[in-house]
């Protein structure tokens, strides 16, 4: 069962200001501007999974927003509708998103619409030949406030156990199957640059305010 | 070793001079040194300093380098130091400069103007002997090039040649002055924009004269933006700089991540520039990117990138296939982030600038995080550098795309007054430091009150460090790194003092807020976070008081240098800087082995301390981070009037509060510095 609404708002309240205090014992000091985002972001995370898409690629590439910056063949493309106040970009901490154990890559910022197209790395099932990341048993949050490149194995482990322990669940089947149906068969990508490019159509799909965002990623390839 | 050959070369001139001054102006012959050697003066004119620009006080003239195009241009010389010319009639002539070889090839005067001006010397003071020798007309137009060079010529028998005894501003070395366009106006050439990709994070959007086919080798500026930034928002920079002469090339940037990942962008990028430009847009930058000299400039936290990717490439850990460290001639950061260590934030000896904006409200220089404190990596640099705090700058108002500002308190002035000042600093420091430009340095060294681009609104408020990187003959007198007491200098002199309140400590405020007490006394100086120990100075004043420095004994001959340099700021949320609440300058005076003191000089001549921004927030009261300003007190001007001052046995350096300047105030001082000629 899904936890209430209030139940989620207050985790991700503690997580995401708890999770400033440590960010701040970590530096030496107050993140500031980290605090003001967050205290403002605090009654949201992630409201929504609108759209699942896996890839499978043929050339693999690496995984930046992971400290063990891991070789990645496959995952999920998905859209999440997020609370936007939490996802403005700033130069300080920002929450990390969390898909299951793994950290998740921004590919737009989501302020506007509230619609975030991430990239989510996976291992590749060997039976299936799809990522083997099972968006029925992995929750989706926003964790604490620090830098991507900085999480490590031990970092994912200590978030999970705070997911668990205000009762995170994944989506329901309901709406991963509805998502999933949306995305239907594998991303037509062979390799990063062409997933990089193809999730950008996502986001002219679905953060439309962020079309020029978008036309950043889709310049024409020099031959 | 050189001051030491210096001062024996000087000590025979010094000997020779008062006879000098009194022979016939005919008969003088005027060898002075330069770098401790005596040079060949084929034609036996005197070497003077002529060009410059009137203040309001004492010392009454400065003499300049550059002037931009529609400044006056005024001549004058101190009456008491030449006493033979009062009463000479002569003809003063404006020409463009010569060397000495052309000077000898052929001694000819021509008036760029026209004709000559007629002028008598008088005795009195510099303002008395002032003439007008340009109301802002010259030609500053020196094309890609930055100012155009002139002489002025003194010639006493006025029969139009340069012969023996005339006087010459620009015989040696640099030109007599420099007229400068305006360098925030754009340069001569029209600008071609592309935007490609080379695959993922290699997006790249670049700027280049559209004419490169005629041209050569020209400088490459990366630019690497910060996080939620588009790498498309740096059209200002671009368009700027590829019109006066540069291939600029605004990248993808992976910040999401972190700040080791945004280094690797910035490193990847420029090489994928590099390797590639035979294929970009057909070829067209194909042999024009002079990978010998590369600008990174990097915003937030790019900002903090580039510093990353240099200090990668410095210390091995990153090779480029293209370039090396020594290729990378300049870094900017604007509002960067200190995530990471100070080890790994250390641009090390690199020619480096940085911006911020006293409004950010993002990157925001606040004592409560050091994340967000991007100074100490300014403090941080051993090489040349510079740094601009603009009053009322926002974070976004750096990057071009508009939308919210990311700026807070008074005055704010947004892109418009943001943007004159970027692209006139970047144009000077790209002059300068790329291609060695001379002209370009007034923009740098020069206070921001006395000398700016004529582009920048008047509302904006700048506060301006210059340091050059500290190479012989240049020497510290106190910068307060050692011998820590206050009663002794860096350089191991006795320290007086009867300020008030007199603290030596490192740059970190200490309790997350920018209130002043008594217990925080290094409130305000955010230019430090653990493992850095940049320090400095504070104290006050509520009556006349003195700081005052002794000078080494193999020091104390200043007359080969240039300068007397140091910077300070008002102490922020400080009571007595609240009771003056305005732009703040304190009195200098030296002092000889004879125990003369020389005029007193009041530095606002040149341009004052800003008063602190009046923003709130963080702790109670007005006023945010110490805005250090560098002052650079000409040593010549020390003498004025006062020939009896001997500049070649200067045993102390008194810094007088109160007696000039207001009765009451708070100050950081840092940096006490003599600096050499040329440098």
New interface residues.
């Given amino acids: 069962m899904r936890a209430p609404r209030w139940l989620l708002t207050s985790f991700v309240a503690l997580v995401v200001l708890a999770a400033a205090g440590t960010a701040?014992m970590k530096?030496?000091?107050?993140?500031?501007?980290?605090t003001e985002h967050v205290v403002s972001a605090a009654s949201s995370g992630v409201r929504g999974l609108l759209f699942a898409q896996p890839f499978v690629l043929d050339q693999p590439?690496e995984h930046?927003?992971?400290a063990e910056r891991p070789s990645v063949r496959a995952g999920w493309l998905l859209v999440l509708d997020v609370e936007p106040e939490l996802v403005?970009?700033?130069?300080?901490?920002?929450p990390v998103l969390f898909v299951g154990n793994q950290t998740a890559?921004?590919i737009n910022?989501g302020d506007g619409s509230g619609h975030l197209v991430v990239i989510v790395p996976s291992e590749l099932d060997p039976a299936t030949g799809l990522p083997a990341l099972d968006l029925l048993a992995a929750p989706i949050w926003f964790g604490t406030p620090r830098?991507?490149?900085?999480v490590d194995a031990v970092a994912v482990v200590d978030e999970i156990a705070g997911a668990r322990r205000v009762g995170i669940k994944p989506f329901t089947a309901q709406k991963v199957i509805a998502a999933k149906q949306l995305g239907s068969t594998d991303a037509p990508v062979k390799n990063?640059?062409e997933l990089?490019r193809y999730a950008a159509t996502l986001v002219q799909t679905w953060a439309s305010d962020e079309y020029?965002?978008a036309q950043?990623?889709?310049?024409?390839?020099?031959? | 070793m050189h001051r030491v050959r210096s001062s024996l070369v000087l000590a025979f001139l010094r000997a020779a001079a008062p006879l000098a001054l009194a022979l016939p102006v005919a008969a003088q012959v005027v060898v002075p040194p330069v770098g401790g050697v005596v040079r060949l003066n084929p034609l036996k004119v005197l070497d003077l300093e002529l060009a410059g620009e009137g203040l309001s006080g004492f010392p009454d003239f400065h003499y300049v380098r550059s002037f931009e195009v529609g400044r006056r241009i005024w001549f004058s010389i101190d009456p008491t130091r030449y006493p033979s010319f009062v009463g000479k009639n002569v003809d003063v002539y404006v020409v463009a400069h010569k060397t000495i070889p052309q000077w000898v090839a052929n001694q000819t005067l021509v008036d760029v103007r026209g004709a000559p001006q007629n002028f008598t010397f008088s005795a009195g003071t510099m303002g008395s002997n002032l003439l007008l020798l340009s109301a802002g007309a010259l030609n500053g137009d020196a094309g890609a090039g930055f100012g155009v060079p002139y002489d002025v010529v003194i010639d006493f028998n006025k029969n139009g040649i340069l012969n023996s005894g005339d006087g010459v501003d620009g015989f040696y070395g640099e030109p007599g002055f420099f007229v400068c366009k305006d360098p925030g106006q754009p340069g001569p050439y029209a600008v071609t924009e592309i935007q490609y990709s080379g695959g993922s994070f290699l997006g790249q959007d670049t700027y280049y004269p559209s004419n490169i086919a005629s041209l050569g080798k020209l400088p490459l500026v990366v630019v690497s933006h910060g996080n939620g930034h588009d790498y498309r928002w740096y059209d200002h920079i671009g368009f700027h700089l590829a019109s006066w002469g540069c291939i600029v090339m605004s990248h993808q940037n992976n910040t999401g991540p972190g700040i080791e990942t945004a280094s690797v962008t910035t490193l990847t990028n420029t090489d994928y520039i590099l390797t590639n430009q035979g294929t970009i847009n057909g070829g067209v930058l194909n042999g024009h990117i002079d990978a010998d000299n590369i600008v990174w400039i990097g915003h937030s936290r790019g900002g903090e990138g580039v510093v990353r990717a240099y200090n990668k490439v410095a210390t091995g850990v990153f090779v480029p296939a293209n370039y090396t460290a020594s290729d990378i001639r300049l870094i900017s950061s604007i509002a960067p982030t200190e995530f990471l260590t100070v080890g790994q934030i250390d641009p090390f000896d690199v020619n480096y600038h940085m911006f911020v904006g006293a409004s950010d409200s993002d990157v925001n220089g606040s004592p409560q995080n050091q994340i967000v404190q991007s100074t100490p990596i300014y403090e941080r640099c051993d090489g040349n550098k510079n740094y601009n705090s603009i009053q009322g700058a926002g974070h976004a108002d750096f990057h071009n795309n508009g939308g919210t500002c990311w700026c807070t308190g008074p005055a704010l002035i947004g892109m418009p007054g943001t943007h004159p000042v970027m692209l006139s600093n970047y144009l000077a420091l790209v002059k300068h430091y790329i291609e060695g430009n001379v002209a370009a340095r007034d923009y740098l060294e020069r206070s921001y009150d006395d000398f700016h681009s004529a582009s920048i609104p008047s509302n904006v408020i700048v506060a301006s460090e210059h340091k050059n990187a500290l190479v012989a003959p240049n020497f510290v007198v106190e910068n307060y790194q050692t011998q820590t007491g206050t009663t002794t200098s860096s350089s191991g002199t006795a320290v007086f003092s009867n300020v008030s309140n007199l603290v030596e400590g490192v740059m970190t405020d200490l309790d997350s807020s920018f209130s002043w007490s008594a217990g925080v006394p290094m409130n305000g100086m955010c230019r430090g976070i653990s493992g850095d120990n940049h320090r400095c100075a504070v104290f006050d004043w509520t009556a006349p008081s003195t700081y005052s420095i002794d000078v080494l004994p193999a020091q104390t001959d200043f007359s080969d240098d240039d300068f007397l340099s140091f910077r300070a700021c008002q102490g922020t949320r400080h009571p007595n800087t609240d009771a003056w609440n305005a732009p703040l300058s304190f009195g200098v005076q030296l002092e000889d082995v004879s125990g003369f003191f020389s005029p007193a000089i009041d530095f606002g001549e040149y341009g004052k301390l800003t008063r602190p921004y009046p923003r709130t927030g963080t702790g109670t009261g007005a006023g945010w981070a110490n805005e250090f300003v560098s002052v650079r007190i000409p040593l010549e001007a020390f003498t004025r009037y006062t020939p009896v001052f001997d500049l070649t046995q200067v045993v102390r350096i008194h810094f007088l509060f109160g007696s000039i300047g207001p009765s009451s105030g708070r100050v950081g001082l840092d940096d006490i510095e003599i600096i050499g000629k040329g440098l």
């Fill in positions: 701040w530096a030496g000091s107050t993140p500031a501007a980290t590439y930046t927003w992971r403005v970009p700033r130069q300080g901490y920002e890559e921004r910022h830098l991507p490149e900085q990063r640059t990089e020029d965002l950043g990623l889709l310049q024409p390839l020099v031959q």
